[in-house]
């Protein structure tokens, strides 16, 4: 019996010995796998983030999309109305203004702007607008006849001249004469 035992304990030593042995030869093969495994999930890591980031992209593009469609279904809506109300381009006549240096009274001048402003019938669309206000010499302030002969630019305009330039907000005088120059488009709707 002890023979028996004896080649148990040799067979335990031996087997051992052979997982032992299996164990320091599979290390190359096991560490080649943990590297390949380790860099699988790196690269899997790398495609986590990409497809994240088009995710992000495709959010942002169907929101414009939304966008793009609600402002076209806001548009056509637009369009629907221009039509039922017959405000097609179609519907308007146009008119070109050409007033130069057409010299007028303040009274006239403030006629002529007013049938400029909008209205339910027309609309006047401004090219150019520009008015001179026409003094005689002995009429401006000494300040102003100054700084008109000086080569210097006046930095800070004394009250007498900011009132002369009209910056106090008071309306011309009636009588006063103005050059005048206007030019631009009147759009008149005509109604059947």
Same mark, same amino acid.
């Given at each position: 019996m002890?023979?028996?035992?004896?080649q148990? !304990?040799v067979? *335990?030593r031996?087997?051992?010995?052979? $997982?032992?042995?299996?164990v320091?030869?599979?290390?190359?093969?096991?560490g080649? +796998?943990? *590297?390949?495994? @380790?860099?699988?999930?790196?690269? &899997?890591?790398?495609?986590?983030?990409?497809?994240? &980031?088009?995710?992000?992209?495709?959010?942002?593009?169907?929101?414009?999309? +939304?966008?793009? +469609?609600?402002? &076209?279904e806001? #548009?056509?809506?637009?369009?629907? &109305?221009?039509?039922?109300?017959?405000?097609? =381009?179609?519907?308007?006549?146009?008119?070109? #203004?050409?007033?130069?240096?057409?010299?007028? %009274?303040? %009274?006239?001048?403030?006629?002529?702007?007013s049938?400029a402003?909008?209205?339910?019938?027309?609309? @006047?669309?401004?090219?150019?607008?520009?008015?001179?206000?026409? @003094?005689?010499?002995e009429?401006?302030?000494?300040?102003?006849?100054?700084?008109? %002969?000086?080569k210097?630019?006046?930095?800070?305009? =004394?009250?007498?001249? $900011?009132? @002369?330039?009209?910056?106090?907000?008071?309306l011309? #005088? !009636?009588?006063?004469?103005?050059?005048?120059?206007?030019?631009? %488009?009147?759009? #008149?709707?005509s109604?059947?």
């Amino acid at each position: 019996m002890k023979a028996l035992i004896h080649q148990i !304990a040799v067979l *335990w030593r031996s087997l051992y010995i052979v $997982v032992g042995l299996a164990v320091l030869g599979g290390m190359p093969y096991l560490g080649d +796998q943990s *590297w390949s495994l @380790f860099q699988e999930y790196q690269r &899997a890591g790398i495609r986590l983030q990409e497809a994240k &980031a088009n995710r992000v992209k495709l959010e942002a593009k169907a929101s414009k999309i +939304q966008d793009y +469609q609600k402002y &076209a279904e806001e #548009v056509k809506a637009f369009q629907t &109305a221009i039509r039922d109300n017959r405000l097609d =381009s179609g519907n308007w006549t146009s008119y070109e #203004v050409a007033v130069k240096d057409r010299l007028s %009274t303040v %009274t006239d001048m403030r006629t002529l702007l007013s049938n400029a402003g909008p209205t339910s019938r027309y609309y @006047f669309r401004p090219k150019r607008l520009e008015i001179v206000s026409l @003094f005689s010499r002995e009429h401006l302030p000494a300040e102003l006849q100054k700084a008109m %002969t000086s080569k210097e630019n006046l930095k800070t305009p =004394s009250p007498a001249l $900011v009132k @002369f330039l009209g910056a106090d907000g008071k309306l011309p #005088v !009636a009588g006063e004469k103005v050059l005048m120059s206007l030019s631009g %488009t009147f759009l #008149v709707f005509s109604r059947l």
